[in-house]
């Protein structure tokens, strides 16, 4: 089985500063990796996934996650943050053989402070 | 394309009664899931169907939850009598499936209040 730790419950950040949210997770199997955003009031949006290939990858809004796979982590990270950004980020992992089955860590609420 | 359609959006009962909550998943989409968001425990799977079937309830906390898919544009989460723990928010979720990884498309979630 998976887990998933998310290591700060909530980050408060400046606008425009950069930032970065921790995600490390366990399992005995290769795994997807994703990150998904939860605006207010709104269901989750899948932000940026790892499925093969390059470690590093990219969302269309600036933000990026690299896969280490010896450290087991999947950190999220924005170079300038923007007031829109606010909102919670989830970490999740799914195994390749139940790839449907996403396992989420608790969460962190990223506050954008102007 | 409206997207995956919850309802109710907010629902407040007393502790005894029975709570439905209705999921529409995305046309074409044959895929279908349940998840439940806590402070406590965060955001946990129920159930997932494919083709209208349910595939994996291991997450179905006991046996006063229910779900049915009668067909693929309709799901239904039952739970029967409902208990003040209950309260969460429920999520719903579709993917176009067809082996390996296929994204997961949430609606905006039912807020479940038991009193």
């Known amino acids: 089985a998976q887990s998933v730790t998310q290591l700060d419950s909530q980050v408060p950040v400046f606008e425009e500063a950069p930032v970065e949210l921790r995600c490390n997770y366990s399992s005995s199997v290769s795994v997807y990796l994703f990150w998904y955003v939860q605006y207010p009031n709104q269901g989750l949006q899948l932000l940026l996934k790892y499925l093969s290939g390059s470690t590093l990858v990219e969302s269309i809004n600036g933000f990026e996650a690299e896969f280490n796979k010896s450290q087991t982590s999947f950190h999220l990270r924005k170079p300038s943050v923007h007031i829109s950004d606010t909102a919670e980020y989830f970490c999740a992992v799914s195994d390749l053989q139940g790839a449907q089955k996403l396992v989420f860590g608790q969460g962190t609420r990223l506050t954008i402070n102007p | 394309d409206a997207g995956v359609i919850q309802s109710p959006r907010h629902e407040v009962t007393e502790m005894g009664q029975e709570v439905t909550l209705r999921c529409k998943p995305i046309s074409g989409h044959n895929s279908l899931f349940w998840y439940r968001q806590t402070m406590m425990r965060g955001l946990e799977l129920l159930i997932y169907f494919n083709n209208n079937v349910p595939i994996d309830d291991s997450g179905m906390p006991e046996d006063r939850f229910s779900a049915k898919m009668p067909n693929a544009s309709f799901s239904t989460l039952k739970i029967q009598p409902s208990e003040p723990r209950d309260s969460a928010v429920y999520f719903c979720?579709?993917?176009?499936?067809?082996?390996?990884?296929?994204?997961?498309?949430f609606g905006p979630g039912t807020r479940l209040t038991v009193l």
């Open positions: 979720a579709s993917s176009l499936f067809s082996g390996g990884y296929n994204e997961q498309f």
